[in-house]
């Protein structure tokens, strides 16, 4: 019974979650504390082999209150979004037990101690609030014996987040309901669907945005008339379009209309009153880049996408991927990093024709891409099963990270 007592002592729960890149944006809330969108958006779930979030939920009748630790600092752990998704958790919870205090399950008034590690930079325009959120949720949920539909749950705590509870493509239904009930994520097709679909990352920037997501798309939506029109007219017959373009496999239609996507995105934030700028020079010369690619190939062979912030996002082929990589390596040579500049899955080399180098690599810009990392479509959020993966220790406190 001591040994039992020892083992109750503490309960410990972790998951694994990925980051998305929409090609139909989210931007802008008809409802700010329930997070409900203006319009659907539509994502890509990308692997977790190169982007996770990893989180560790403990509960112990020991713990004096609730603690939070991000990428090992401690954080604020009040946030009401991080507050949230807790009570809403919790609420599934105490639904699921019939309201009656189950003995085997962990008790709801436990404090609770949560650590988040990235494997990549926060707050760099990398989504890391998607998967910080949908990882919180599904290590919380495991915590509690939660099963229910958790994207709504995450959706609190990160718009973006309730796209990360799935792998593959994944929509985000604007719903009608003004309490967001109808407001979840529901995949399109999963991540093996289109196994040639390849993701590079080009990281301009480590930086963190010069607006943040969640003030920007308010004042686009108090001021943006590009912005209503979008949500209202262009995003529902655009979602179809990209279901259908997915469905197909069909890269020609899927890459203009990822590209057009972001374009108006983009346009919508200099609409914004003031206007606000997540593209750079560098962002837009790579726009450019891939421009004249695609049409010295004569067809789309590469599509952008950016978020809100510089880094580019491109979709290509597999067949594609060396070919493009070699001419963002002639366009952008590597300062120091030669060797780390390709990170990911690993590229083949490639040999670029005259013809081409002369058509698209233009005028270089040395030491402009920080790297480049190569990804593809992965699946949604895991449950790990090694201890040893905990990010807490038996005191409940973050490990010391070797």
């Known amino acids: 019974a001591a040994a039992m007592a020892a083992e109750r002592a503490l309960t410990m729960a972790t998951c694994t979650a990925p980051v998305n890149i929409a090609v139909i944006k989210y931007w802008g809330k008809r409802d700010t504390d329930l997070i409900l969108p203006i319009n659907s958006s539509l994502s890509v779930t990308l692997h977790q082999d190169q982007l996770k979030t990893t989180t560790t939920a403990a509960a112990s009748r020991d713990f004096t209150e609730d603690r939070l630790w991000l990428n090992g600092k401690e954080a604020d752990v009040g946030h009401p979004r991080v507050q949230a998704c807790l009570r809403e958790v919790r609420r599934l919870a105490r ?13 709801l008034s436990y404090k609770i101690h949560i650590a988040s590690e990235n494997n990549f930079p926060t707050a760099a ?5 998607a998967a910080g959120y949908a990882c919180l949720v599904s290590a919380l949920a495991r915590l509690y014996g939660v099963e229910e539909e958790l994207s709504e749950v995450a959706r609190r705590g990160s718009g973006s987040a309730c796209r990360s509870m799935f792998g593959g493509f994944v929509q985000w239904q604007r719903g009608e309901r003004p309490d967001g009930t109808d407001s979840l994520a529901l995949q399109v097709a999963p991540e093996t669907h289109w196994p040639e679909l390849h993701v590079l990352v080009l990281v301009v920037s480590g930086e963190k945005k010069p607006v943040g997501s969640t003030a920007g798309m308010q004042t686009s939506v108090e001021t943006s008339p590009l912005l209503k029109h979008r949500a209202e007219v262009v995003v529902p017959e655009r ?8 469905r197909e496999r069909d890269f020609e239609g899927f890459g203009q209309l990822a590209m057009r996507d972001s374009n108006q995105f983009h346009a919508t934030c200099l609409d914004t009153f003031p206007p606000i700028f997540y593209l750079t020079d560098l962002s837009r010369h790579i726009i450019a880049l891939a421009h004249r690619y695609n049409a010295h190939h004569g067809h789309t062979k590469v599509a952008y996408t950016f978020d809100a912030g510089p880094n580019a996002v491109i979709f290509a082929l597999a067949d594609t991927v060396a070919e493009f990589v070699e001419v963002v390596r002639r366009s952008f040579p590597p300062a120091t990093n030669g060797d ?3 990170r990911g899955l690993p590229v083949g080399s490639a040999t670029l024709s005259q013809a ?10 040395p030491g402009a891409v920080q790297y480049i990392l190569h990804t593809k479509p992965g699946p949604g959020p895991q449950l790990v099963d090694d201890p ?4 807490l220790g038996a005191d409940g406190l973050p490990r010391s990270r070797a």
Do not use: C
Request: charged share 15%; no cysteine; glycine share 10%.
């Open 95 to 107: 639904k699921r037990r019939g309201g009656g205090e189950d003995t085997a399950a962990l008790s």
């Open 125 to 129: 325009g990398l989504a890391s609030s």
């Open 239 to 246: 979602l179809a379009q990209m279901m259908r373009h997915i």
């Open 340 to 342: 780390q500049f390709v």
């Open 356 to 365: 081409l180098v002369a058509a698209v690599v233009t005028e270089p810009v």
């Open 388 to 391: 040893s993966q905990h990010l």
